[in-house]
């Protein structure tokens, strides 16, 4: 005889199988985008940091030939070319880094310099560019006693530093194949260079200080100067990055393959959960592992336990004990909330016999879950508990999410037979699930209990804390009495009782109790009125 598997089986299957398909490549996929991002921010960094130091070196030589040629205008007394100034000349020649010879000229011809005979009337070739500033530049001089080098001339009032042309781009860089120059930021061309330089990439920065850029096969960095018309370029070979990045991908893709397996197995494991939770609550059933604890419901006037909520609690056979929020939506997911719904009222017809019986005017509340509010079945059962809890009128409230409501035309008719039981019906959670006013009027309902998510924003500035006094005006306009979970400060039951709240729950009063310990309590309760009552009755006197 074939197995036979259930829809929700192959869901949960094919979807734990796509959980885990995508739980394994997401991480994989992270860590590559990771590898990525990480490389290209260290090259990055690495070709800023060469084009940074261009820049310093092209600003301390621009510093330098500003220095010597405004010292040789103030010394200068009518002969630019007399010893006195010549021997000026020497001095700024041997003090700076990157000045290699500085003298005077006149139109092309430098008719004196520190550098004495040796660089005197020397033509110098034409001029390259002017700059805005008015800095005269030539850029391929080549002199009389080095004929196989070129220098950098930078003229203004008629004196001229001499430069080595590879000086401002003799950077140290671990790459062989990076490339640098420095550029006229007034007329946007190249001064020198070293390796492959792209002219078009000076447009790339336009008015901007600086940009980074892939371009042509190359990771590029432009800078401009703060304090001259120059700036300075810097360029590696997207091979570069390329290994970088496979280099980062060495490490972090194990770690995403690792984070992925492990989070592949948790989805797994929860699979499984989800797969054998079912099986485990039917098992559960038949060892009777399911058991009954009660909320006390309170009234806030006179802090008399009134009623209480009856919850249904889960402990396994070794001790374990399972959240409700983790087995109930299952139970509703497979059908088998039906059943607990049963055990619950089998449960609470046995433990509230002798509580009827001793205290008349106690209400016990039970959950109903949309599905029971579409079952026939269900008001035969609680007609069958009334009967053996030996309960009254009211002794009973049944509680149902806004969701039990959503079908009227069914859930109507059993609502209708429910309360014909004398069986008083709450809403439960009001204001979190499909709210509507139209089934709060449509239906004969007894109770709405306020949520306490509500009732947590009390007293804060949370979007929702004017939530709760609307549910309230809403409850009084349609004449229902109000029930508040979740209180646990008297701060929050002060402003519940002062807002007209009749009854509540929560930690405040009691956290949830067996059978035995609900007697004890309602006792004590009423014992703690009568009291109160004895003290004002003699006070009165």
């Not at 009337?121 to 080095?146: C, E, F, Q, W």
């Not at 393959?257 to 059933?285: D, S, W």
């Not at 309360?419 to 709450?426: H, L, S």
Request: charged share 20%; hydrophobic share 45%.
């Amino acid at each position: 005889m074939p197995i036979k598997v259930d829809n929700k089986t192959i869901a949960v299957n094919i979807g734990a199988v796509i959980v885990v398909i995508l739980t394994i490549t997401v991480p994989v996929l992270f860590a590559i985008h990771l590898a990525k991002k990480q490389g290209i921010e260290i090259e990055q960094a690495k070709v800023l940091s060469y084009a940074q130091d261009v820049l310093r070196r092209t600003d301390d030589t621009a510093d330098q030939i500003a220095s010597g040629i405004q010292k040789l205008k103030v010394s200068e007394s009518g002969n630019p070319c007399s010893e006195a100034n010549i021997s000026i000349m020497r001095e700024i020649d041997l003090g700076s880094s990157y000045i290699q010879a500085i003298g005077h000229v006149s139109g092309n011809v430098m008719d004196c310099s520190s550098l004495g005979k040796n660089l005197k009337d020397v033509d110098l070739g034409p001029v390259d560019l002017v700059s805005k500033r008015g800095a005269i530049i030539r850029t391929n001089v080549t002199l009389p006693i080095t004929k196989n080098k070129q220098f950098i001339v930078v003229e203004r009032d008629h004196y001229a530093a001499i430069i080595h042309k590879n000086l401002p781009i003799d950077a140290s860089t671990p790459e062989n194949g990076a490339s640098l120059a420095t550029f006229s930021a007034s007329s946007n061309k190249i001064l020198t260079s070293r390796g492959f330089i792209n002219p078009a990439w000076l447009e790339r920065i336009g008015s901007d200080e600086s940009a980074i850029f892939l371009d042509d096969g190359y990771l590029v960095a432009t800078l401009k100067s703060k304090k001259h018309l120059t700036g300075a370029i810097a360029a590696i070979p997207i091979s570069f990055l390329n290994s970088r990045i496979d280099e980062f991908k060495k490490y972090m893709i194990p770690v995403g393959i690792i984070a992925g397996v492990v989070l592949a197995f948790a989805v797994l494991h929860l699979a499984r959960q989800q797969l054998g939770i079912p099986t485990a609550i039917k098992v559960g059933l038949r060892k009777n592992e399911f058991f009954v604890e009660y909320q006390p419901v309170v009234n806030l006037k006179t802090g008399e336990w009134i009623g209480a909520e009856a919850l249904i609690r889960w402990r396994r056979s070794d001790g374990t004990l399972i959240r409700p929020d983790l087995f109930i939506p299952i139970a509703e997911e497979t059908g088998l909330i039906g059943l607990i719904t049963e055990r619950v009222i089998r449960l609470i017809s046995e433990d509230l016999h002798d509580i009827f019986n001793k205290h008349p005017d106690f209400n016990v509340a039970i959950n109903l879950s949309a599905s029971d509010l579409q079952s026939p079945q269900i008001s035969g059962r609680l007609s069958q508990l009334i009967r053996d809890a030996g309960a009254g009128p009211n002794n009973f409230i049944v509680e149902a999410t806004e969701r039990g409501f959503m079908n009227p035309d069914i859930s109507g008719n059993i609502i209708q037979k429910i309360r014909e039981n004398g069986i008083r019906v709450a809403v439960d959670d009001f204001g979190t699930g499909y709210s509507s006013l139209s089934y709060l009027e449509s239906f004969e309902l007894d109770f709405l209990k306020i949520d306490k998510s509500f009732v947590n924003t009390l007293g804060t500035d949370a979007p929702t804390s004017k939530v709760i006094t609307h549910i309230i005006n809403m409850a009084n306009s349609l004449k229902m009495e109000m029930i508040a979970e979740g209180v646990e400060t008297e701060a929050q039951a002060e402003f519940l009782r002062n807002h007209g709240v009749q009854f509540a729950q929560g930690w405040l009063f009691s956290k949830s109790i067996s059978i035995v310990e609900l007697e004890r309590a309602i006792i004590k309760s009423k014992c703690r009125l009568a009291d109160v009552d004895l003290k004002q009755a003699n006070d009165n006197t």
